[in-house]
């Protein structure tokens, strides 16, 4: 069992930043990939960033440019800076840990709110 805890979230201004936090309960370089959900009210969770412990990253065209997803594998932590951020950024943002493709095993965070107002 994985446990993932987030922080980091609030409320912004539009154009402000924001930098989320994840914390996993065990070593995050035995986690395949580390990825930051969101989900909007009243829409589906999607994907917003990932990163893998071969160190490659990934974001949604949504935020490519604005917001940056890096680790810390000494502190076992991730992280989703956020900047420039819009009213449709606005969504609970959760971290979560695939284990493995293979496997499918996954564990979520609580989720951390983030709300961009105009």
């Known amino acids: 069992q994985v446990q993932l805890v987030e922080s980091g979230g609030g409320l912004v201004q539009v154009g402000g930043s924001l930098r989320l936090s994840c914390t996993a309960s065990t070593n995050i370089l035995s986690i395949g990939v580390m990825r930051w959900y969101r989900q909007a009210p009243g829409k589906t969770r999607e994907l917003v960033a990932l990163t893998t412990n071969a160190g490659s990253t990934n974001y949604a065209d949504s935020v490519e440019g604005r917001f940056t997803i890096s680790r810390d594998d000494v502190k076992n932590t991730v992280y989703l800076e956020m900047n420039s951020l819009k009213p449709e950024d606005t969504a609970v943002y959760y971290c979560?840990?695939?284990?493995?493709?293979?496997?499918?095993?996954?564990?979520w965070g609580q989720g951390t709110q983030v709300t961009v107002s105009s």
């Open positions: 979560n840990a695939l284990m493995s493709y293979m496997t499918m095993q996954e564990y």
